[in-house]
Protein backbone atom coordinates (compact mmCIF):
# COMPACT_ATOMS: atom_id res chain seq x y z
CA UNK A 1 0.00 0.00 0.00
CA UNK A 2 1.56 3.25 -0.29
CA UNK A 3 0.14 6.81 -0.19
CA UNK A 4 -1.90 8.49 -2.75
CA UNK A 5 -2.06 11.91 -3.76
CA UNK A 6 -5.21 13.61 -2.23
CA UNK A 7 -5.76 17.08 -4.20
CA UNK A 8 -8.07 19.88 -2.29
CA UNK A 9 -10.34 19.01 0.31
CA UNK A 10 -9.32 15.21 0.58
CA UNK A 11 -5.63 16.61 1.32
CA UNK A 12 -6.28 18.95 4.03
CA UNK A 13 -8.39 16.29 5.62
CA UNK A 14 -5.33 14.10 5.40
CA UNK A 15 -2.81 16.93 6.31
CA UNK A 16 -4.95 17.28 9.40
CA UNK A 17 -4.93 13.68 10.31
CA UNK A 18 -1.49 13.59 9.78
CA UNK A 19 -0.78 16.20 12.64
CA UNK A 20 -2.93 14.99 14.74
CA UNK A 21 -1.68 11.41 14.38
CA UNK A 22 2.07 13.43 14.59
CA UNK A 23 0.92 14.90 17.82
CA UNK A 24 -0.24 11.32 19.56
CA UNK A 25 3.09 9.71 18.18
CA UNK A 26 5.62 11.78 19.88
CA UNK A 27 3.82 11.39 23.17
CA UNK A 28 2.77 8.26 23.43
CA UNK A 29 5.35 6.64 21.00
CA UNK A 30 8.43 9.19 21.08
CA UNK A 31 8.41 9.94 17.99
CA UNK A 32 11.34 11.83 16.72
CA UNK A 33 12.26 14.82 14.86
CA UNK A 34 15.11 14.19 11.64
CA UNK A 35 17.75 16.36 11.11
CA UNK A 36 16.10 18.19 8.31
CA UNK A 37 12.96 19.25 11.25
CA UNK A 38 10.40 16.66 10.02
CA UNK A 39 8.94 15.21 12.41
CA UNK A 40 8.45 11.30 12.15
CA UNK A 41 6.02 8.93 13.36
CA UNK A 42 6.68 5.37 14.27
CA UNK A 43 5.57 2.66 12.36
CA UNK A 44 2.26 1.54 13.68
CA UNK A 45 1.42 5.25 13.21
CA UNK A 46 2.64 5.19 9.93
CA UNK A 47 0.69 2.33 8.90
CA UNK A 48 -2.24 3.76 10.12
CA UNK A 49 -1.55 6.50 8.03
CA UNK A 50 -1.11 4.66 4.79
CA UNK A 51 -4.67 3.41 5.78
CA UNK A 52 -6.19 6.60 6.33
CA UNK A 53 -4.78 7.85 2.89
CA UNK A 54 -6.52 4.79 0.98
CA UNK A 55 -9.76 5.08 2.64
CA UNK A 56 -9.78 9.23 1.72
CA UNK A 57 -8.48 8.15 -1.29
CA UNK A 58 -11.78 5.57 -1.71
CA UNK A 59 -14.33 7.89 -0.44
CA UNK A 60 -16.92 7.95 -2.40
CA UNK A 61 -17.78 11.04 -1.78
CA UNK A 62 -14.67 12.42 -3.18
CA UNK A 63 -14.36 16.41 -2.80
CA UNK A 64 -17.86 16.53 -1.23
CA UNK A 65 -17.02 14.66 1.76
CA UNK A 66 -18.26 15.61 5.44
CA UNK A 67 -16.25 15.16 8.09
CA UNK A 68 -15.66 11.16 9.44
CA UNK A 69 -17.67 12.44 12.73
CA UNK A 70 -20.72 13.16 10.65
CA UNK A 71 -20.52 10.71 7.86
CA UNK A 72 -23.00 8.31 7.27
CA UNK A 73 -20.55 5.47 5.97
CA UNK A 74 -18.03 3.69 8.39
CA UNK A 75 -15.58 2.94 6.30
CA UNK A 76 -12.58 2.32 8.96
CA UNK A 77 -12.83 -1.51 10.29
CA UNK A 78 -13.79 -1.69 13.99
CA UNK A 79 -9.41 -1.49 15.29
CA UNK A 80 -8.69 0.97 12.80
CA UNK A 81 -11.86 2.91 14.19
CA UNK A 82 -10.95 2.83 17.90
CA UNK A 83 -7.04 3.67 17.01
CA UNK A 84 -8.51 6.99 15.25
CA UNK A 85 -11.09 7.68 18.26
CA UNK A 86 -7.80 7.46 20.63
CA UNK A 87 -5.80 9.47 18.69
CA UNK A 88 -8.31 12.43 18.21
CA UNK A 89 -8.98 12.55 21.33
CA UNK A 90 -5.95 13.59 22.46
CA UNK A 91 -4.32 15.27 19.68
CA UNK A 92 -7.83 17.39 18.94
CA UNK A 93 -7.50 19.20 21.79
CA UNK A 94 -3.85 20.03 21.12
CA UNK A 95 -4.41 20.93 17.42
CA UNK A 96 -5.65 24.58 18.25
CA UNK A 97 -2.00 25.19 20.08
CA UNK A 98 0.25 23.11 17.49
CA UNK A 99 -1.74 23.71 14.23
CA UNK A 100 -4.63 26.47 14.56
CA UNK A 101 -4.94 26.81 10.98
CA UNK A 102 -5.82 23.38 10.49
CA UNK A 103 -7.99 22.81 13.71
CA UNK A 104 -9.75 26.02 12.53
CA UNK A 105 -10.88 24.66 9.15
CA UNK A 106 -11.64 21.51 10.83
CA UNK A 107 -13.74 22.87 12.70
CA UNK A 108 -15.16 24.93 10.43
CA UNK A 109 -15.42 21.85 8.02
CA UNK A 110 -17.95 20.22 10.30
CA UNK A 111 -20.33 22.91 10.10
CA UNK A 112 -20.85 21.68 6.83
CA UNK A 113 -23.59 19.56 5.83
CA UNK A 114 -23.59 16.13 4.67
CA UNK A 115 -24.88 15.90 1.35
CA UNK A 116 -28.06 14.29 0.55
CA UNK A 117 -26.64 11.86 -1.74
CA UNK A 118 -23.75 10.04 -2.46
CA UNK A 119 -21.84 12.20 -5.88
CA UNK A 120 -21.94 9.12 -8.80
CA UNK A 121 -18.08 8.04 -9.67
CA UNK A 122 -16.60 11.14 -7.37
CA UNK A 123 -13.67 9.03 -5.03
CA UNK A 124 -10.33 10.29 -5.79
CA UNK A 125 -9.63 6.66 -6.68
CA UNK A 126 -12.35 6.89 -9.59
CA UNK A 127 -11.04 10.42 -11.00
CA UNK A 128 -7.41 9.43 -10.42
CA UNK A 129 -7.91 6.15 -12.71
CA UNK A 130 -10.48 7.92 -15.54
CA UNK A 131 -7.51 10.50 -16.05
CA UNK A 132 -4.79 8.13 -16.78
Do not use: W
Request: hydrophobic share 35%; charged share 25%.
Amino acid sequence: MSEHYLPKKLGLEFKTIKAMVTIYCQKHHGAAVTISGQKTVCASCTEFLLYANEKLDRCPYGQHKPTCNKCPIHCYKKAQREQARIIMRYAGPRMLFKHPILAVKHMMAQRHPVPESIPNKASNRHVRNVHK
